[in-house]
């Protein structure tokens, strides 16, 4: 049981160059969240999707897009990456979308566009 | 403004020796409070949930607790390890149509030997 697996860990782009974050997870939950976390500043939630074939946006979704590929798979891209872009990215699920927290996380990618 | 602040930012303890996060809120309306820890590195794990009704809840060495009415809590840890060096995340849950969190910026701990 794995839990939440997000590739790559580390990535380098330059500017204006596209990637895409994979995250995955094997508990057979229905929700599943994208976030950015900078330094000083809590986590931003980018991205979510309540259940499999839905996406909505967050806080800070533009610059980015999601696919909810199927109910283990949460893909987020980046199609002209921007220095601002410059984040750790943390992929997330839970059981269901209501009553809150206990999110799972996974460990994360560390991305910088030079 | 829905907003969570945690104090201190940071903070450097001796191993063996106990110490107290803050986090105040002013999410509203309250569904529940959550304090993770992030290792370096690593994504944060639950510690503790507390909903409304709840003041205190422990979990091992961690104890949270919450006021409703001031929208305080507060995580203690009891006689620190080296491995309780990591960021402390407070997140709170807004009640709302879906489910919405709020993290704090968090407390960053070092346990010093």
């Known amino acids: 049981n794995a839990g939440v697996t997000q590739t790559p860990k580390f990535q380098v782009l330059k500017t204006g160059q596209s990637m895409t974050l994979q995250c995955a997870q094997d508990?057979?939950?229905?929700?599943m969240y994208w976030y950015r976390q900078d330094p000083g500043m809590g986590l931003r939630l980018i991205y979510y999707?309540?259940?499999?074939?839905?996406?909505d946006k967050g806080e800070v979704p533009n610059g980015y897009n999601v696919s909810r590929l199927n109910k283990r798979e949460f893909s987020l891209r980046l199609e002209s990456a921007a220095p601002s872009q410059t984040s750790v990215y943390f992929c997330?699920?839970?059981?269901?979308?209501?009553?809150?927290?206990?999110?799972?996380f996974g460990p994360g990618t560390r991305l910088t566009v030079l | 403004k829905n907003q969570v602040e945690q104090s201190p930012q940071s903070l450097i303890i001796l191993e063996g020796k106990n110490c107290t996060l803050q986090?105040?809120?002013?999410?509203?309306?309250?569904?529940?409070l959550r304090w993770y820890k992030q290792d370096t590195g690593r994504g944060p794990v639950s510690l503790t949930i507390?909903?409304?009704?709840?003041n205190t809840k422990s979990n091992g060495r961690y104890t949270a607790t919450l006021d409703a009415d001031t929208k305080q809590s507060s995580l203690h840890i009891t006689a620190s390890q080296l491995s309780d060096s990591a960021s402390y995340i407070c997140?709170?849950?807004?009640?709302?149509?879906?489910?919405?969190?709020?993290f704090g910026k968090g407390t960053m701990l070092l346990v010093s030997p």
């Open positions: 997330a699920s839970k059981k269901d979308l209501g009553l809150g927290g206990g999110q799972f």
């Open positions: 508990m057979n939950h229905n929700s």
């Open positions: 999707s309540a259940s499999e074939g839905t996406t």
């Open positions: 986090c105040n809120y002013t999410v509203s309306p309250f569904s529940n």
């Open positions: 507390m909903t409304f009704s709840e």
């Open positions: 997140v709170v849950s807004r009640n709302s149509g879906y489910s919405t969190l709020t």
